[in-house]
């Protein structure tokens, strides 16, 4: 079983609050990824790393930022929440030759 | 624009017979097709892989072809058993670091 942990599982927040999603893994990955899913819809790249202090955007625009100041661990920011930042998001990690990805349960994000 | 299609409309079997499901892809030239598994409220899990130059790869039940000239992947789980009711995705690497997901086919096995 991958070794990805993603905090909280679930978040309730009202709109305009500052939020941090947890994302760690024990797995000595090279690559982190961060991906958006809505109910029923594909997953959205927004965020990816290629190792330590390395950060690019996604193919999703997204008002998220990330940080990569640790190989294991790679924390999504968003600012000022709104409720158009409600979904699911998915934090996963590969090595750096790897070819399959191991994702983390999920966070569950709803701004009221 | 590229594009990853899968069915959108669930597909319902009756317990021990095979499911087969579809991934068609347009605009893309990827050096290999995955099939991952996803339950509700959880995250994907890794199931298969199938490289450009392979045309079938096999795992206990599953079974996944790759034709790149349709551009096109079926997913054949046989001998199907309720605990294979969950989403199917399909995922293209297309280069550099990105994976690129379809948005997945619902599997109903009734017992």
């Known amino acids: 079983e991958a070794d990805i942990y993603q905090t909280p599982r679930y978040l309730v927040i009202g709109t305009g609050k500052k939020i941090t999603l947890e994302c760690s893994q024990t797995?000595?990955?090279?690559?982190m990824y961060w991906y958006q899913q809505d109910p029923g819809m594909e997953l959205h790249l927004i965020h990816y790393?290629?190792?330590?202090?390395?950060?690019e955007k996604g193919d999703l625009s997204s008002e998220s930022t990330v940080s990569r100041i640790r190989t294991e661990h790679f924390p999504l920011t968003l600012e000022s929440a709104r409720p158009s930042h409600t979904s699911q998001y998915l934090c996963a990690s590969m090595e750096f030759t790897g070819e399959k990805l191991f994702f983390g349960s999920g966070t569950q994000l709803s701004v009221l | 624009s590229q594009k990853i299609e899968q069915n959108s409309e669930a597909l319902n079997i009756q317990e021990g017979k095979t499911a087969t499901l579809t991934c068609n892809y347009t605009?893309?030239?990827?050096?290999?097709l995955q099939w991952y598994r996803q339950d509700p409220g959880r995250g994907p899990v890794f199931l298969l892989l199938i490289r450009e130059n392979e045309k079938e790869k096999r795992k206990e039940r599953l079974k996944v072809t790759f034709d790149t000239t349709l551009k096109q992947s079926l997913f054949h789980i046989t001998a199907s058993q309720p605990a294979d009711s969950a989403t199917y995705l399909c995922a293209l690497h297309t280069g550099g670091f990105k994976t690129i997901f379809g948005a997945g086919t619902r599997l109903f096995v009734k017992a």
């Open positions: 797995m000595g990955h090279d690559k």
């Open positions: 790393s290629y190792g330590v202090n390395s950060t």
């Open positions: 605009n893309y030239s990827p050096a290999y």
